[in-house]
């Protein structure tokens, strides 16, 4: 059997984190068997779904990393194949028309709340003569359900969950005016895309006995199901946006790698063993749904920032060059050069090991490509002080003629001046350190000075001359 997943949001908002992690489970289990990953927008909710949403969607899935397998499927476009569904099962009085009227709704169900009775649909135009039917008023279709026995969905996350068929009523399939119902919609197109595997939060776990009720009425293969704990935030509640239930792209503008979001939401409600650093590659090969645990997973901004850090520093200085700039531009307003790129990819080994996010990462780098003369902090204008300018003064001839432009050549001359001055290293180191980055904290000192540059870092040097 050719596996087919699918994962199926509705165009209402963002792609929020719950749903990314439900794309990641079906798109890991379709390429761990070989199988297809596709993608319906159910855009049935005419009055929420916009384009803008769709589109993040799109995009959401795309940073992710996560690739869909042929086209989009739109579900609203195939409203008159579902409606046609329905009345195939009109024909063969597996569904039947129900004129029941909102008010005789409202009624029924008044009447059973009072009676301390579930609020379902009484059936009372299940078997009634069509011939009673009142003139002028639009029906519904409702399936025929089963009336007694049980529906059994064998659950490969949940296990077997067992719903007795006299709690569930006949829904209705079309409505009055003509247009489908989410819970038919959702059948025929898993259906007709071939989904042999439904896995999505188990929040949908109610929706599936009703669904493998019409699925079985209409003579259909019953997809295998599993559904996954939803996420909680670390205090154990329902996730919010003050836990991190934000859209993908916030993940994005707040610095994390795509890689390690996904390392991160797949250990979430998945295991194998005590590996915590799983590479997509090595997910795909490792992912099934055995290992899926049954309890909601706790989100933790810690432990993604810590494991972002880890991706930070395995990911290649040029791609990370190419994220930050863009976020130095904006930050500084200025366009960065050829040459303000080289410093930036020369200078982030130095960077990497301080930083867990790009913001982080691009925040530490701005010294690098900053217009003279560089802006300074708090702690640095305090260690630039008129003793250390001097200082700063007298070291400047010594630099401007070293021999070789390397750190340890650089450090030495340093400590020769240092010496020479019967000063410690640090009364030279710091303020060079304050007068070259504008920060009392940096990469290690004469490594910054190799990735400057002769010109720049002396040009500098004379810029904190020339302060009060």
């Not at 070989?34 to 916009?50: C, K, N, V």
């Not at 259906?191 to 019409?214: C, E, W």
């Not at 295991?271 to 099934?288: C, L, P, V, Y």
Request: aromatic content about 6%.
């Amino acid at each position: 059997m050719s596996i087919v997943c699918r994962f199926a949001p509705s165009p209402t908002g963002f792609l929020h984190i719950g749903g990314a992690r439900t794309a990641l489970f079906n798109w890991l289990f379709a390429r761990h068997h070989g199988g297809q990953f596709r993608l319906r927008i159910e855009d049935t909710d005419r009055a929420r779904s916009t384009p803008e949403a769709t589109q993040a969607i799109l995009d959401g899935l795309s940073w992710l990393g996560l690739q869909w397998d042929g086209e989009v499927v739109h579900q609203f476009a195939r409203a008159p194949r579902h409606a046609e569904a329905a009345r195939s099962l009109l024909g063969q009085g597996k569904a039947y028309h129900c004129y029941c009227s909102p008010a005789e709704l409202e009624e029924m169900r008044a009447k059973a709340k009072a009676e301390g009775r579930s609020m379902r649909y009484d059936g009372r135009w299940r078997d009634r003569d069509p011939r009673d039917a009142p003139q002028g008023v639009p029906p519904v279709i409702r399936l025929k359900a089963p009336q007694t026995g049980q529906t059994v969905i064998r659950d490969r996350v949940q296990g077997d969950v067992v719903i007795a068929n006299e709690q569930l009523d006949d829904m209705v399939l079309l409505r009055a005016d003509g247009t489908p119902t989410y819970m038919l919609s959702v059948v025929v197109d898993d259906y007709d895309m071939g989904v042999t595997h439904v896995i999505r939060g188990d929040d949908h776990l109610n929706n599936a006995a009703r669904q493998m009720q019409l699925i079985q009425a209409l003579g259909w293969p019953v997809p295998e199901y599993a559904h996954i704990p939803l996420i909680h935030g670390p205090d154990g509640a329902k996730l919010s946006k003050r836990h991190g239930a934000l859209g993908v792209e916030a993940y994005c503008e707040m610095g994390y790698l795509p890689e390690a979001l996904r390392n991160y939401l797949l250990r979430l409600g998945w295991a194998h063993g005590d590996a915590e650093i799983i590479a997509t590659e090595q997910a795909i090969a490792w992912f099934d749904l055995d290992a899926v645990g049954r309890s909601p997973s706790r989100f933790d901004f810690v432990k993604l920032a810590n494991l972002n850090g880890h991706y930070l520093r395995e990911t290649d200085d040029g791609r990370l060059v190419d994220m930050i700039v863009p976020r130095l531009e904006q930050s500084i307003g200025i366009s960065v050069d050829v040459q303000g790129r080289e410093r930036l990819r020369r200078g982030l080994p130095g960077l990497k090991s301080r930083a867990k996010t790009l913001v982080e990462l691009a925040a530490g780098a701005t010294f690098y490509v900053h217009p003279r003369p560089l802006p300074l902090n708090e702690a640095a204008a305090k260690l630039l002080d008129p003793a250390a300018r001097a200082r700063l003064a007298g070291l400047l001839p010594a630099l401007a003629g070293a021999a070789e432009w390397r750190a340890a050549a650089l450090e030495a001359v340093v400590r020769q001046a240092a010496e020479t001055a019967r000063v410690k290293l640090g009364d030279f180191a710091q303020p060079l350190r304050a007068a070259l980055t504008g920060a009392a904290a940096s990469p290690p000192i004469f490594e910054v000075l190799e990735v400057l540059g002769r010109d720049e870092t002396l040009g500098r040097l004379r810029d904190a001359q020339g302060r009060d």
